[in-house]
């Protein structure tokens, strides 16, 4: 049976090289130069577990697994590999209520390496931090901004082996490598204009090219442009996928001339999440985005400005500040993209829809790079279970998580799943 995989990011190439481990004669299509060229480039790519929904923790976890055995999960492959480091995780947030302590407990049940530290014990693992509470976060014009704070922190979640891949698109380039050694075709500087019923099989997906791809199966794992394509296909989904531009900044790393390690911080009481980068010689800094700043949700994916601005920079470099106060500011350094939002509670949608064979693996919110792996693993079970007959809307799949030794529902990923209570951030 001939698939079709719209979107050659690290998610699109996972979905590739599982659809044809389960033997789908398998074209990808990307309008970019090689794999990872797209939003997978800019990601943080940050594999942490710390999530609101029980079933999210246990496919980040069997994510890092993959992640830790990448050279076993992509095989023998030419080339460099991916870096996988692992500082830790401390999860600030701005309370440790019932919510925060039932997380960790889970994250704990599965195996995972989760502590809940008082405020006293934080402050001496990580002296470099200020544990004042900032929650709600403030605007940088705000007069009350640069007040300090007379609030402490409860505590903190501390994740002590969540860690990040160095090079993001080098994760999609080594998928694809992985891929094309099974026999997947990928197609480059492709662009697919219009997706209509074919005669002699169920689609036809014109390309910009004037070129034309019939197929049995199409699946849209196209990031920011996904809502496009769903439009192309004729398919709403009762989610709305919408892209949203983000920004990334830089700043140098005060702790790395002292030899001192830098973790991940994952801050839900300052507004910002940030991480080691350049071999810790640097910090990048991106938004959790607290709700007094405005999100920047773009029309035109193909017409975004890449260039990064003051505004995003003094925000979140000057949120890293109050947190981390040996920062300075520096130069402006920094990446400007789009991210895949689920705009009810950015978790991705991986299901069918109701047009038979059109099936997506979307709004994956720039939170999404972790599980990456595990997403084509369930994004290629849904595809062949439904081709094969199943109806998944009304049994759905149980899906097995042979690394960790659980099955989850995944219907809290589904199309009908409603609003989900989530904190709607993104963290990496």
Known sequence: MQACVIGAGVIGCAVAL???RRGFAVTVIDKNGDAGHGSTSSSCGIVRRFYSQPGMIAMAHEGWHIWAEWRSFVGDIEGELIEFPRP??????PRLDESVLATAGEMQRLGIKAHVLSHAEAKARFPFLDLSSFYPATPVDDPRFFEPSERQLEGVVWEEDAGYVVFPALAAQNLR???TRAGVEFRFHQQVTAIEAGATQRFELRLASGAALTTDVVVNVAGPHSAIVNRMAGVTLPLETRPLRREVHAQANPLFE??????IVGDLDGGIYFRPESRGRDIIV????PQCDVLEFVDDPDAIDRSITQ???QRQSLR???RMPSVTMGRPRGVADLYDVTVQDWYPIVDRTDLPGYYVCIGTSGSSFKTAPVLGMLTAQIVEACESGRDTDASPLPFELPRIGCTVNTQFLSRHRGKLQTTATVIG
């Open 88 to 93: 830790g995780m401390v999860f600030i947030p």
């Open 311 to 313: 505004l995003y920079r």
């Open 286 to 289: 991106g938004s959790t985005d």
């Open 18 to 20: 599982e659809l044809r």
């Open 177 to 179: 490598q992985a891929a």
């Open 320 to 322: 890293l500040m109050k």
């Open 258 to 263: 002292r030899g001192v390690s830098l973790p």
